[in-house]
């Protein structure tokens, strides 16, 4: 005899679990996902508040010194796996600091509540201790050369629906043209330093590093663009990564499965959103080896 209808459906629905099942083996490690994308809620100079989920990678590292005496926001970060962060080298602490790091944070001055299948429910920040910041060894405090470091957690933070690891890029890929979001809590405007409560996001554009020289030259500065780096931003300004956004990510969506990627790591710049002027950033993918040997390296020891 022949299958029953309700068989048949047993086998049609097993069927499809199991396709799907090997697609997500396939696509390997679990990173640029945002699952709070279709649930849209809701400076960085000229950008707009973020829905909560849209930078689930990104990290808030504040130091702290005089044993917690003193403490203030400093500088964004990365969540790239579930114990290390990857930020800027000038966002390590100074020789009396240390660093927390704290993911999951939208609106710094209020309890983030969110949905889930048991209805809204708060969420709090989950914090984390610098235990170790790699600096890399090449950084160079004055040309601002390498400007890059890994942060180990003292405990491993669990993934969420609103927080995730970002994917590193592949070796090579330039990001040139690619539309990419910077986002941070730092000053709204290089002038006026006002302070964001929620974070900002702005879309900026990478350029080919030959255009970025050339529009210093524009503004009457003189930028040697080595490879390490690369420039998103506009030739009229008005949108820009500036002071406290230090560390934080430069995300393009990419690839066959359309992943987040960590293209770069907000670094530096002449003030914010100025014309011909755009943001310098640590280009991930010329670092690929260093951060994989330091972060496997640590598993061993
Ligand atoms: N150095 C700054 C910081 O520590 C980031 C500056 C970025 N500037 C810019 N124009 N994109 O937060």
Not at 224 to 241: E, H, Q
Request: glycine share 8%; with cysteine; proline share 4%.
């Amino acid at each position: 005899m022949s299958l029953n209808l309700f068989q048949f459906k047993i086998y049609v629905i097993s069927v499809i679990l199991l396709i799907a099942l090997n697609q997500s083996l396939v696509k390997g490690i679990g990173c640029g996902e945002r699952p709070l994308e279709l649930v849209r809620s809701s400076r960085i100079v000229g950008g707009k508040d973020a829905f909560i989920g849209e930078a689930p990678w990104q990290a808030l590292v504040k130091e702290e010194r005089f044993f917690g005496l003193w403490r203030y926001n400093k500088c964004g970060a990365v969540l790239i796996s579930h114990n290390w962060v990857i930020t800027a080298a000038h966002c390590n602490s100074g020789l009396f600091g240390s660093l927390q790091v704290i993911f999951g944070e939208h609106n710094l001055k209020s309890i983030e509540t969110i949905a889930s299948e048991r209805g809204l429910v708060e969420r709090s920040p989950v914090v984390r201790k610098a235990k170790r910041v790699v600096m890399h060894p090449k950084y160079n405090h004055l040309t601002l050369e390498n400007d890059l470091a890994l942060i180990e957690l003292d405990s491993d933070v669990d993934y969420d629906q609103h927080i995730q690891p970002i994917c590193l890029p592949e070796k090579g890929n330039d990001f040139i043209d690619s539309e990419a979001y910077v986002s941070g809590w730092g000053v709204l405007s290089y002038k006026e330093r006002t302070l964001p409560p929620v974070l900002q996001i702005v879309k900026v554009p990478i350029m080919s590093n030959k255009k970025c020289e050339k529009m210093y030259r524009k503004a009457k500065h003189n930028l040697v663009a080595r490879k390490t780096i690369l420039c998103a931003g506009y030739a009229f300004g008005g949108k820009d990564s500036c002071e406290g956004d230090s560390g934080g990510p430069l995300a393009v969506r990419e690839g066959p499965d359309a992943r987040w990627t960590l293209a770069g790591i907000v670094s530096n710049g002449i003030k914010c959103a100025e014309p011909n002027l755009p943001g310098i950033y640590t280009r991930i993918s010329e670092y690929d080896d260093w951060i994989v040997k330091t972060v496997t390296n640590s598993h061993s020891s």
